[in-house]
């Protein structure tokens, strides 16, 4: 499969691809650098805003009321311009932050939570203890902690295409999680726990595809690797990147998976080694997937 450069982002931690099939626009974020961008994959254009605190995770609505948006200290709605209202603040730990998010089946924000591992300015803060959890935000007042304060990194969001799973991951642990999922209830239950240690990197975020495989971005690794529902490597695929952070699937047939990427955590002579750490990139599948969730909670 060829992977394509689509732009030389230059993300310092570029993060959360969502594709928008109403405009053909592609949303991620630069985690460090406080910044939403899009890329227009028709027209080849970019725009990026920049977000009052560190962004981490976005989230299409169904009524196009704005995007949802995690930032490090809580859910907010973004106009699409320069405002950001509060919605709530879901982990009562000041230290901890916000990160992997994404809106299950039926329209419902799920975010995870971390120690922080970012000083104000950006720069690395050392993570001494595994105390995040996964929430869910259903719409005004209604919340939700789904799993205990246990998690170093919570990564990845996807739910099989029959509702059966939820699947997710702990970057520093390098283990995943696939839970029973509850449609009707947004709840999670017998976790099973894999730990797939011969990886070349750790777990990122991830994209699930028709099958019920996903997709995950193996940070460190320089590989995507699509994993089954039953926790066996399906398929791995190199990339002309060191941190792969997540991907999503879009394009006009829903078979491009859109890639992001990192420039976090290299030295000064891997940057100069490869400029394109940080790139957003796409390859074209057989297997497609449907776009992410949109938040029906407006």
Partial sequence: MNVEILLDAGDTVGESPVWDEATGQLYWVDIVRKKIRSYHTIEGTQQEWVA?????????????????????????????HQDFDLLVKPDPFSDNRLNEGKCDPRGRFWVGSMQTNLNPDGTLKPITTNRGALFRYDGPNL?????????????????????????????????????????DEGLISNPVCWRLERL????????IDHDGCFWNAQFGGSCLVRITPEGKIDEMLRLPVTNPTSCTFGGREGKTLFITSARFSLTAEQLSRNPLEGALMAVELKVGGEPEHRFSGL
């Fill in 52 to 80: 009052p605190d560190f962004p981490t995770a976005l989230a299409m609505t169904e009524n196009h009321a704005g995007i949802i948006v995690a930032l490090a200290s809580g859910i907010y709605v973004w106009n699409g």
């Fill in 200 to 207: 070349p990197g750790a777990p990122d975020g991830s994209s």
């Fill in 143 to 183: 919340f939700e902690r789904l799993t205990a304060h246990e998690f170093g990194i919570s990564n990845t969001m996807a739910w099989s295409p029959d509702n059966r799973y939820f699947f997710c991951a702990d970057t520093i642990r390098n283990l995943f999680l696939r839970y029973d999922y509850h449609a």
